[in-house]
C-alpha cells in the first residue's frame, strides 16, 4: 500500500525479559468485587466484567504504562501518512475457545455488533468510513478524516472482538452464549458458582507460545471488604485489586511479610469520580443547584478521610493524568454560604433529592453519608436510595435517579473516555456508560467534534480548554475525586502488571514463583 507508515511489534521481543525464570502451573485466586453482572464484555463494561472477561476476550491491540499500542490479536499495524487508512495484520492460527477459527471476518462483525451495546466504541467508531476484510488475516479501516486517538481504541475493553459464528443473526441480549462467554483469549470459561467464584482455566491453544503460566484463575467472590481482607491475610485469595478492600485496610496489608503492592496499571484508564445530576427535571435540571451541590461539597474532606489519601481533587471533567487537561477552569471550593446564596437565588423549595451511591462497597456508602451530612447543611434535603449492582445498572441506564455515583475511565485521551459523557449523541437511554446526566450543549458538541479531528496538538488544546472552561460553568455532573486503586498481591505472583491496562489483561504473562 502506498504512502503508509510502518509500525510493528514483535511478540517475542515483549516477552523476552526475565523468560529464563517464569514457571507454569498454580492456581491463582483473586478477589472480583462487586460480582459482575455478566461476563459478556461486548455487552457488559463495567469494571468488574472487565477485569474477568478481560482474560476471555481480546483486543487487537494491548497498551503499555506509556500508553503505547502492543500487539495482541493485531500482529502488526500500518497507519498511512494522511491518518486516512489503518492496516491491521492478524496472528495466524488462532482459534476461538469452542475450536472454531478466528478471522478478519470477526473483526468486521464486532464493529457493527458494538454499535448499539458500547457507548465508548460507538464514539471512537463514528469517525469511520468503512472496515473492510480483504482476506482472512487482513482488516483495513478506512477514515471519514483523520483521527489521531484511534490507535488507542482497541484494547479489549474498549473493543473486545465477539465471534460471528456465535453471534451473527441473533438477538444479542438474549442469546444463550452470553453466560458461558467464547473469546480467543489465555484463559477459558469453565464454571461460575453465583456468588461464590468464576473459574477460568489457562488456554492450551493459545497463539503464543508458552503463554499463559497459570493453570487456574478463581475469582472469589466475597461480599464485605472486612471479610476480603481476612481471606487475604489467611492466604485464601493472593491478589487484592483496586479497591477490593476498603481504604483504611490497605496500609495495613501491605506492611504484611511477603506482600507487595503497586498503583501500577491504571494508566490507561485514570479512574474518575463523580455524581451524575440529573440534567432532565427536578432541581438538579436547573445550573444554580448544581453549582450549589459543588459548593456544599467538601471533597477535600473526602479525599483525606474516606479515600485516605488515595486520590486528587478533580477541576472538571478531565483528569490531570490525561492528555489535554488544563486547570485554567472555574474553581469550587467548599463554600457553604455560596451555596446557600444559589439555591435562595434559584427559589429551592426544598425538594428532596435522592442520591444513588455506587454499591462497590462500605467506602462508597460512607461517600453517600459524606454528601447527604454535607448537602444538607446548606438546606438541600437527601434521601438516599442504595442498591445491588443489578440494581444500580438499571436505575442509571434508565435515568431514574436525581444523583447518582460513578467512576468511569478516561482511555488516555478526552476524544475516548470523555467526550462521550458530555455530548448529545450519547444520549441513549439503556447504558450506564454514556451521557446519562442528559447534558446538551450544540456549541460544544461542535467543539468537541473539531477537537477529536484537529491534527495540530496546539489547537487541539485550545479546544479543551474551552471546553472544560464551559462545562465546569454548567456543572453537568459532580466532579468528585481523581482516585488510585493500589493492587496488593502477594510478592511470589510475578508479572502481575504488564500494562498500562492492569489486571484487566494482564495475567497471561503471570506467573507464580513456587
Same mark, same amino acid.
Given at each position: 500500500?502506498?504512502?503508509?507508515? /510502518? ?19 498454580? !492456581? ?22 472487565? /477485569? ?69 466504541? !460507538? ?53 444463550? $452464549? ?110 444554580? @443547584? ?112 436525581? $444523583? ?80 488510585? @486503586?493500589?493492587?496488593?498481591? !502477594? ?24
Amino acid at each position: 500500500m502506498k504512502h503508509l507508515k /510502518m509500525t510493528t511489534f514483535l511478540v517475542a521481543a515483549m516477552l523476552a525479559t526475565g523468560a529464563a525464570a517464569q514457571q507454569d502451573g498454580g !492456581r491463582l485466586d483473586l478477589i472480583v468485587q462487586p460480582e459482575p453482572p455478566g461476563l459478556m464484555l461486548g455487552l457488559v463494561q463495567n469494571g468488574p466484567t472487565q /477485569m474477568v472477561a478481560g482474560q476471555i476476550y481480546e483486543g487487537l491491540l494491548r497498551y503499555n504504562t506509556d500508553l503505547e499500542p502492543q500487539p495482541s490479536l493485531a500482529k502488526s499495524w500500518e497507519i498511512a501518512e494522511d491518518g486516512m487508512t489503518y492496516t491491521f495484520h492478524l496472528n495466524e492460527g488462532v482459534t476461538w475457545h469452542d475450536g472454531e477459527p478466528f478471522s478478519s471476518a470477526d473483526v468486521v462483525f464486532t464493529t457493527k455488533f458494538l454499535q448499539d451495546n458500547h457507548a465508548r466504541f !460507538r464514539a471512537a467508531f463514528s469517525h469511520v468510513d468503512s472496515v473492510e476484510a480483504p482476506d482472512a488475516n487482513t482488516v483495513v479501516i478506512k477514515m471519514k478524516e483523520p483521527y489521531g486517538p484511534f490507535i488507542n481504541a482497541f484494547e479489549a475493553g474498549s473493543m473486545p472482538i465477539v465471534p460471528a459464528h456465535i453471534y451473527e443473526g441473533t438477538d444479542y441480549a438474549t442469546n444463550e $452464549m452470553n453466560a458461558t462467554p467464547i473469546g480467543t483469549g489465555p484463559y477459558k470459561f469453565v464454571e461460575w458458582s453465583k456468588g461464590s467464584y468464576i473459574h477460568l482455566t489457562k488456554n492450551e491453544d493459545y497463539y503464543i507460545d508458552g503463554l499463559p503460566h497459570i493453570e487456574d484463575l478463581y475469582y472469589r467472590v466475597v461480599p464485605d471488604a472486612a471479610s476480603r481482607a481476612v481471606a487475604f491475610e489467611t492466604g485464601e485469595v493472593s491478589v487484592l485489586p483496586g479497591g477490593a478492600v476498603e481504604n483504611w485496610d490497605v496500609k495495613r496489608l501491605t506492611e504484611m511479610d511477603g506482600v507487595c503492592s503497586t498503583s501500577k496499571g491504571w494508566e490507561f484508564f485514570a479512574p474518575h469520580a463523580w455524581m451524575w445530576l440529573n440534567n432532565r427535571e427536578g432541581p438538579t435540571s436547573d445550573k444554580r @443547584f448544581r453549582q450549589a451541590v459543588m459548593y456544599a461539597l467538601d471533597r477535600e474532606f473526602v479525599k483525606d478521610v474516606v479515600w485516605n489519601g488515595f486520590g486528587t481533587v478533580p477541576t472538571g471533567p478531565v483528569s490531570s493524568k490525561t492528555n489535554f487537561y488544563t486547570d485554567d477552569v472555574p474553581q469550587y471550593p467548599h463554600d457553604p454560604d455560596k451555596a446557600k446564596e444559589l439555591l435562595a437565588e434559584m427559589g429551592y423549595d426544598g425538594t428532596p433529592v435522592r442520591v444513588l451511591p455506587l454499591p462497590y462497597g462500605e467506602t462508597w456508602q460512607r461517600w453517600a453519608e459524606a454528601v447527604k451530612q454535607n448537602l444538607e447543611e446548606v438546606g438541600i434535603k437527601v434521601d438516599i436510595d442504595s442498591a445491588d449492582v443489578a440494581g444500580w445498572n438499571e436505575k442509571t441506564a434508565n435515568w431514574d435517579y436525581d $444523583m447518582a455515583f460513578t467512576y468511569l475511565y478516561q482511555y488516555g485521551d478526552p476524544a475516548l473516555g470523555v467526550a462521550r459523557n458530555y455530548t448529545a449523541d450519547q444520549i441513549k437511554k439503556g447504558s450506564p456508560w454514556n451521557n446519562v446526566e442528559g447534558y446538551e450543549n450544540p456549541e460544544l458538541d461542535k467543539k468537541w467534534a473539531a477537537a477529536a479531528i484537529e491534527p495540530d496538538n496546539a489547537k487541539r488544546q485550545e479546544l479543551y480548554t474551552e471546553i472544560q472552561q464551559q462545562i465546569v460553568e454548567d456543572v453537568p455532573v459532580a466532579w468528585l475525586l481523581e482516585i488510585e @486503586f493500589p493492587t496488593i498481591y !502477594r510478592c511470589n505472583v510475578k508479572n502481575l502488571i504488564t500494562t498500562g491496562i492492569g489486571l484487566n489483561d494482564g495475567l497471561r504473562d503471570a506467573w507464580i514463583e513456587q
